[in-house]
């Protein structure tokens, strides 16, 4: 299943995209897509459902984050070999951790706004991962069926405010609209692979980050297994897993994100998404 929620900021609705392309109406149905409403029990309820019984929403407008909130927003840092590379930093012999604001969460297309005192706002192609049920000491060879489902992420940074003024890296990575998640939830089922999926993303027209997720460090199933040993993951939490090379802050000279800028991201079979940067407040 593709699962996606259209409409108005702060209003959006839940849907479902159908063979045909179009979007069906599941709010009649289901709450919205966040916490219990993406775990696998929840996922289960909604394949049950007559599809072709759903009402076709004609005109869906605008699309918003394929989750309607988060219980926690989660990142993998330096997991593919090229983009460490690019850094100039050693690969990790373990996974590195951290978080961005839940409230950096954003709609696919929404504009992506430089913040207050940035100067080095930069793009992070990722695949995203959403756990679909609570998951602790979980092993790699289960780990997988753990996951709901699958999206695209744009994991943008503030490289300036991440590296360069102490303390984690949290801060350059949480500002209002760093953290675009759609357009779909794609469910778990329709990816048997996720270490074989072709990820890019196009700044200007301009191809600066193409690559597959068979380059991660780290695979899908790695990650979470090693997350769940040091804390309990919960449906709807999401995991962006890193970004391959590419980014702004590996190019000679590095390259950073300007007011008219446009991003358009993509993780093959999850969608398509596309950004217009914007000037700060």
């Given at each position: 299943?593709?699962?996606?929620?259209y409409?108005?900021?702060?209003?959006?609705?839940?849907?479902?995209?159908?063979?045909?392309g179009?979007?069906?109406?599941?709010?009649?149905?289901?709450?919205?897509?966040?916490?219990?409403?993406?775990?696998?029990?929840?996922?289960?309820?909604?394949?049950?459902?007559?599809?072709?019984?759903?009402?076709v929403?004609?005109?869906?407008?605008?699309?918003?984050?394929?989750?309607?909130?988060?219980?926690?927003?989660?990142c993998?840092?330096?997991?593919?070999?090229?983009?460490?590379?690019?850094?100039?930093?050693?690969?990790?012999?373990?996974?590195?951790?951290?978080?961005?604001?839940?409230?950096?969460?954003?709609?696919?297309?929404?504009?992506?706004?430089?913040?207050?005192?940035?100067v080095?706002?930069?793009?992070?192609?990722?695949?995203?991962?959403v756990?679909?049920?609570?998951?602790?000491?979980?092993?790699?060879?289960?780990?997988?069926?753990?996951?709901?489902?699958?999206?695209?992420?744009?994991?943008?940074?503030?490289?300036?405010?991440?590296a360069?003024?102490?303390?984690?890296?949290?801060?350059?990575?949480?500002?209002?609209?760093?953290?675009?998640?759609?357009?779909?939830?794609?469910?778990?089922?329709?990816?048997?692979?996720?270490?074989a999926?072709?990820?890019?993303?196009?700044?200007?027209?301009?191809?600066?980050?193409?690559?597959?997720?068979?380059?991660?460090?780290?695979?899908?199933?790695?990650?979470?297994?090693?997350?769940?040993?040091?804390?309990?993951?919960?449906?709807?939490?999401?995991?962006?897993?890193?970004?391959?090379?590419?980014?702004?802050?590996?190019?000679?000279?590095?390259?950073?994100?300007?007011?008219?800028?446009?991003?358009?991201?993509?993780v093959?079979?999850?969608?398509?998404?596309?950004?217009?940067?914007?000037?700060?407040?």
């Open positions: 299943m593709k699962l996606l929620r409409g108005p900021q702060g209003q959006e609705k839940p849907g479902l995209l159908d063979a045909d179009a979007v069906r109406d599941l709010s009649g149905a289901v709450p919205d897509f966040a916490g219990a409403g993406v775990s696998l029990t929840a996922l289960d309820q909604i394949r049950a459902l007559d599809v072709a019984a759903l009402p929403v004609a005109e869906p407008g605008r699309i918003g984050s394929c989750l309607g909130w988060v219980p926690n927003f989660f993998v840092g330096l997991n593919y070999s090229k983009h460490a590379a690019e850094t100039g930093a050693t690969p990790p012999a373990e996974p590195i951790l951290f978080s961005k604001a839940t409230s950096s969460l954003s709609g696919p297309n929404d504009p992506v706004q430089i913040p207050r005192d940035s080095k706002t930069d793009w992070e192609v990722e695949l995203g991962v756990i679909g049920c609570d998951t602790l000491y979980v092993s790699e060879a289960d780990a997988l069926n753990h996951v709901a489902g699958y999206c695209v992420i744009n994991d943008v940074s503030e490289r300036a405010f991440q360069e003024m102490g303390g984690q890296w949290i801060k350059g990575k949480s500002a209002p609209t760093f953290g675009p998640t759609g357009p779909w939830l794609v469910t778990a089922d329709e990816v048997p692979d996720p270490q999926l072709d990820l890019s993303l196009v700044l200007n027209g301009e191809t600066v980050q193409d690559s597959n997720t068979n380059d991660m460090i780290f695979s899908v199933a790695e990650i979470v297994s090693y997350m769940s040993r040091f804390m309990k993951l919960q449906a709807g939490d999401v995991i962006a897993t890193g970004t391959p090379s590419g980014v702004g802050l590996g190019m000679t000279p590095q390259r950073f994100l300007s007011p008219g800028d446009v991003m358009e991201v993509t093959q079979g999850l969608g398509s998404q596309r950004q217009e940067v914007i000037a700060p407040a």
